[in-house]
């Protein structure tokens, strides 16, 4: 992974085959068509469905923002040969609970699945996070049923530590989750 580096349009960070980004207006199309499908919402708490361009207008505007700050939490996940967006990924996650602690958050396309970007995206953040930012502790929260997630941050170095109550249900009914957490002395590469 290449150091991050900030500049005018914000932080991006690159691994061997992506590049984190801060999102940009000619992402609307892809992020719409991307994060609109059922499939992608049903296990997160915070992408609304159905996704309207207004929705993905207002995420866009907000992750500019959080870029601007110099210190961002906020990125897009694009392919680093054609920078096109392929998902979201961010320390700005739902914590479930309420606690403040920082929450690691992701969603990948459904066409990308199965090739390890999801990985790869986290395990670069996770390393942002604590390196740059200076986080003590990334904690994230996953539906109990939601197996694919669960294993990107078994292998991204987190650890299951117990349940929590959360504070609305999954949209799967789920009103306790699985917690996982990693703290700095534990961070070590997983891709
Ligand atoms: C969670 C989610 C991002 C996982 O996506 P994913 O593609 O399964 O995860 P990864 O990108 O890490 O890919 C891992 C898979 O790619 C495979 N893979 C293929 N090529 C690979 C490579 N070069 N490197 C690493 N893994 C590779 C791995 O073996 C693994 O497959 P397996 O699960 O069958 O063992 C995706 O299912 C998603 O977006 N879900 C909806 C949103 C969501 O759940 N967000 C998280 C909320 S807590």
Redesign the pocket.
């Known amino acids: 992974m290449r150091a991050p580096s900030a500049g005018a349009t914000g932080v991006i960070i690159e691994t061997e085959r992506l590049r984190m980004r801060a999102h940009r207006d000619d992402d609307l199309a892809d992020l719409v068509a991307l994060a609109g499908n059922w499939?992608?919402a049903?296990?997160?708490g915070t992408?609304p469905h159905p996704y309207s361009k207004t929705d993905g207008r207002e995420w866009i505007a907000r992750a500019q923002q959080d870029h601007a700050t110099g210190h961002p939490r906020t990125f897009a996940i694009t392919m680093k040969k054609t920078d096109r967006l392929i998902?979201g990924v961010g320390l700005d996650?739902s914590t479930g609970d309420g606690s403040d602690e920082p929450a690691l958050?992701?969603?990948?396309?459904?066409p990308?699945?199965?090739?390890?970007?999801?990985?790869?995206?986290?395990a670069a953040v996770i390393d942002y996070g604590f390196r740059t930012l200076g986080l003590k502790t990334i904690r994230?929260?996953?539906?109990p049923g939601?197996t694919?997630?669960q294993?990107?941050?078994l292998?991204c170095g987190l650890k299951h530590v117990g349940e929590i109550e959360l504070l609305t249900p999954t949209h799967h009914g789920a009103w306790r989750a699985p917690l996982f957490r990693i703290s700095r002395h534990e961070l070590r590469r997983c891709?």
């Open positions: 499939e992608i049903r296990w997160t992408i998902g996650g958050g992701y969603w990948l396309g459904q990308y699945w199965g090739n390890g970007y999801a990985r790869e995206a986290a994230a929260y996953a539906d939601n694919e997630s294993k990107v941050l292998h891709v």
